[in-house]
């Protein structure tokens, strides 16, 4: 399989990826919203995650951007803002 080579796609991977942790890990995802623990909770998941978007993307695309990081503040924070947490 050829590696990611452009930003369009490489965002993309990123938040399927990230919004395959939100969905297999719901109860997770609240637990650590509510409790202000988020990135502890699911701290395994986030670095799978990472390992799988890096494994699939080029070297200086993975070096050279934040796309990952940036689709996990997307989709498990600001994607769940409805839900009550101390820090909002």
Partial sequence: MAQID???AAMRLARAI???IAAYNEGKVIEGIENDTL???IAG???EGRHL???RVTPQLFETTNFYERAIVDVLVKGKA???SKIW
């Fill in 53 to 55: 978007y890096k494994s």
């Fill in 82 to 84: 409805h839900i009550k």
């Fill in 39 to 41: 990135f502890d909770v």
């Fill in 18 to 20: 990230a919004s395959d």
């Fill in 6 to 8: 452009t930003n369009e």
């Fill in 45 to 47: 998941e986030i670095e």
